[in-house]
Nanobody
Framework: QVQLVESGGGLVQAGGSLRLSCAAS????????MAWYRQAPGKQRDLVAA???????DYADSVKGRFTISRDNAKNTVYLQMNSLKPEDTAVYYC?????????????WGQGTQVNVSS
């Protein structure tokens, strides 16, 4: 059984910063992709940033230059450093991972962490 546990959400004023963390635990052979998605009320869940086991990264255009995704492979943890936050960044942020276990490979989601940015 694999679990993703997120932390770091909260309330911040526009222009401020937050750092999200997501730790994967369980029977993990390797983690291929770790990513952050977000979903605002009434909207679809969209990719924010992703990183692969090879170290490549990808960002949504709306967060380029403001957000940084990083990964600690030894801790099976992914981080999202969010700077210069805007009210439109308000959403529930979900951690995503594509993980190989001894049995198979599958996608996993965290429970979500709320980020609120006030103007």
């Amino acid at each position: 059984q694999v679990q993703l546990v997120e932390s770091g959400g909260g309330l911040v004023q526009a222009g401020g910063s937050l750092r999200l963390s997501c730790a994967a635990s369980g029977s993990i052979f390797s983690i291929i992709v770790m990513a952050w998605y977000r979903q605002a009320p009434g909207k679809q869940r969209d990719l924010v940033a992703a990183t692969t086991s090879g170290g490549s990264t990808d960002y949504a255009d709306s967060v380029k230059g403001r957000f940084t995704i990083s990964r600690d492979n030894a801790k099976n943890t992914v981080y999202l450093q969010m700077n210069s936050l805007k009210p439109e960044d308000t959403a529930v942020y979900y951690c995503y991972a594509f993980i190989k276990t001894p049995r198979n490979a599958d996608t996993y989601w965290g429970q979500g962490t709320q980020v609120n940015v006030s103007s």
